[in-house]
């Protein structure tokens, strides 16, 4: 287990749960994106995030303000040597603090691993793939 997380794929096959839309879309974001931030990577690495479906508002009762979309997540099977998610946290807590900074700035406290990650120093926290975040994890852990 990785930071008490099951690693072999958990106890279900997937998930289908409603969200608020716009939640929907930050878990589901692409690389690169405005809605793309930690919950987006930390969603990503743990599973396989789509959103199905849109929901109108006119399909409930009372109808609410918001428009809903309905997520399913597919757990992924972490590797043995997965960082801990509280590493997974911190790493990107520290990058999306000063989204709109450079990571040298940012995440200056990993910036010995940057190149073994393959971290430009001069991107952005939402141009930083989920797996350059999880090796910066494993690297600083």
Known sequence: MAGGLRTDGGAYGFLALMFQKEVAQRICAQLSTKAYGRLSVISQWLCEAKVLVELPPSVFTPPPKVRSAVVRLVPRSLPADAPDFAAVERVTAAAFQGRRKMV???LCDYM????EAGVDPQA??????VAQYVRLAQLSG
């Open 104 to 106: 040298r700035s940012s």
């Open 112 to 115: 010995q691993h940057f190149e």
């Open 124 to 129: 952005r926290a939402e141009n930083l793939s």
